[in-house]
């Protein structure tokens, strides 16, 4: 790696204040020191920012759950405010990488390398959840499901930090799922896809809400609105379920590259989508 | 620029004076002189590398140096006491859980950092949290059975018969139940 400047700073302005353009922050360092390797990022000062230990809480906020950037994915899937609630977060956390990457990376650092393969960002999309980035001016939020602009683009202005992730507070009769498919145990995910359904109060067979979100199909992990607006106050059934999951594949936009052909990620896309669907559907009855 | 610092390695400190670039796996090899931890893929992929920081698993090649600062730092080297080997270190020897051993610390450290949480893990559990430690000799099943005979307190016990083995090499063949595909 070239040399760098390192800075460790205690305090979340301390870090801010730091965060010049010439720095990059360090979260994990499990993407970061790969693109340093590969000299994909120019920076000469690396702002560590595991000795802020504010960063690092998962903790109940405003009905939901608030998950600072730099928390483990160790953390995230062991968390009890998490799991039983956010099932797919829990799960999503579970899978990343091997035990040595999830004891080093975090959630912060997952959502803001931005691969469209991330598997904690479709959970995130799926359940509503919006980050909170800082900067020496304020905090703002943004949907998680308008983070990301491209493979290793977001949102985040120059000088802004992720800071946390808040997950809103789980409706009544709702429930989540998480789905991927990998080639090897260690690899990334081919498809990974995120269904989260709310039923209806008066009848417990009827979506009052949905919402689906498919990872390493495009160049950012994304939303399937024909899908969502197909369960949408639809009696869940397997004719619907089948329906929602072509449409899920309709709006895949998925590539041919090493790892899996585009046919093969779309057909994936219709699978894994209906078994998300499914799960979460048992979950939100009560019934997983 | 240089800074001196301290890494607390296997309950000893030592001085260092190192690069604010420098690896965890290169200070503990260049700088301490442990050379137990091996480079393996450098990319965080391959096991060979991994150590205990502050009870945590990691991979040392993914790990900066200064960010150990005032860690806890435990290498293969760690393991034996009064030159005495640890159970693991003995199991791995008895059962053949290596062959060429490059692996192997990788290996131990991991294993030594699931026991530590979990001293009573399944067979499938030391498959999943080990799933990250490639053994590019296949040696899999040995390292799979060494690690049981610690969990069983089967260490010392001597090489057992090996129809006993045999069996045993089949069972754990069965449980094989690899979860990376069915995520939830």
């Keep these: ?288 | 620029m240089k800074r001196e610092m301290v890494l607390n390695v296997n309950g000893e400190e030592h001085d260092v004076e190192i690069e604010p670039n420098r690896l965890l796996l290169e200070a503990l090899r260049e700088d301490v002189g442990l050379t137990g931890t091996k480079e393996g893929c450098s990319i965080g992929v391959c096991g060979a590398c991994s150590v205990i920081v502050d009870g945590r698993l990691v991979s040392a090649c993914l790990t900066l140096a200064a960010a150990c600062e005032g860690k806890k730092i435990e290498t293969i080297e760690g393991l034996a006491r009064d030159g005495e080997l640890h159970p693991l270190q003995r199991a791995f020897v008895q059962f053949g859980g290596f062959q060429c051993g490059i692996c192997t610390p990788g290996q131990i450290m991991a294993a030594k950092a699931l026991l530590d949480h979990n001293p009573n893990p399944t067979t499938d559990q030391v498959k999943e949290w080990m799933s990250a430690n490639l053994c590019r000799c296949t040696g899999y099943y040995k390292i799979l059975e060494s690690v049981m005979a610690v969990v069983e307190g089967k260490v010392d016990e001597g090489r057992r018969d090996e129809a006993v083995r045999q069996a045993r090499i089949q069972s754990l063949y069965q449980s094989d139940t690899y979860k990376s595909n069915a995520s939830d």
């Design chain 1, 1 to 288: 790696m070239r040399p760098f400047h390192y800075r460790a700073p205690r305090s979340l302005d301390e870090a801010l204040a730091l965060l010049t353009p010439q720095a990059v922050p360090l979260a994990g360092g499990t993407d970061l020191f790969l693109k340093m390797e590969r000299r994909q990022t120019q920076a000469d000062t690396v702002v560590d920012l595991k000795r802020i230990p504010e960063l690092g809480r998962i903790e109940a906020a405003d009905g939901g759950v608030r998950i600072g950037a730099l928390a483990l994915m160790d953390s995230l899937g062991a968390s009890s405010l998490i799991a039983g609630q956010y099932e797919a977060l829990t799960r999503s956390a579970r899978v990343v990488g091997s035990i040595q990457t999830r004891n080093r990376a975090t959630l912060g650092g997952n959502l803001a390398n931005a691969s469209p393969a991330a598997d904690t960002a479709t959970p995130l999309m799926a359940l509503g959840a919006s980050a909170e980035a800082a900067d020496a001016t304020g905090t703002r939020q943004v949907p998680v499901d308008q983070l990301f602009l491209g493979p290793g683009r977001t949102a985040l202005r120059d000088g802004e930090l992720l800071t946390a992730v808040l997950v809103p507070a789980l409706p009544a009769r709702a429930g989540s799922a998480f789905q991927r498919c990998v080639r090897t145990a260690m690899d990334i995910a081919l498809v990974n896809c995120a269904a989260f359904v709310r039923l209806d109060g008066d009848d417990p067979d009827t979506v009052a809400e949905a919402r689906i979100a498919l990872g390493a199909v495009g160049p950012t992990p994304l939303r399937t609105a024909s899908a969502e607006n197909c369960l949408t106050g639809a009696r869940l059934d397997e004719r619907v379920v089948e329906e929602a999951g072509e449409c899920a594949a309709s709006d895949a936009q998925p590539i041919d590259d090493v790892r899996a052909g585009a046919d093969y990620r779309r057909e994936m896309v219709r699978v894994l989508t209906r078994r998300a669907i499914w799960k979460a559907f048992r979950r939100a009855r009560g019934e997983a």
